[in-house]
């Protein structure tokens, strides 16, 4: 799954521009500080690479694995 915190969002891009499924896209809305942040448009094809997470300059977005459960 992956988290973006809004508030530390500069609107940089780089996670758009590095994600090798291309499911961030720059939404609409403002952050707090006046930026427009990513969001995530087929979380389903997110492969958890963390390229985006590796290369946000802010560290605003955290790739968290979904436990299963099969009991």
């Known amino acids: 799954m992956l988290n ?3 508030s530390l969002c500069k609107g ?3 996670c758009i521009k590095f ?3 291309k499911i961030l896209e720059m939404g609409t809305e403002r952050n707090n500080h006046g930026h427009f ?3 995530i448009t ?3 094809s997110c492969i ?3 390229m985006c997470a590796t290369i946000c300059p802010e560290g ?3 790739i ?4 299963t459960n099969n009991g």
């Open 4 to 6: 973006i915190n809004t």
């Open 48 to 50: 958890a690479c963390a």
């Open 42 to 44: 087929d979380e389903a």
């Open 64 to 67: 968290t694995k979904e436990e």
């Open 37 to 39: 942040f990513p969001h």
């Open 12 to 14: 940089c891009s780089y």
């Open 19 to 21: 994600c090798p499924k």
């Open 60 to 62: 605003a977005i955290e």
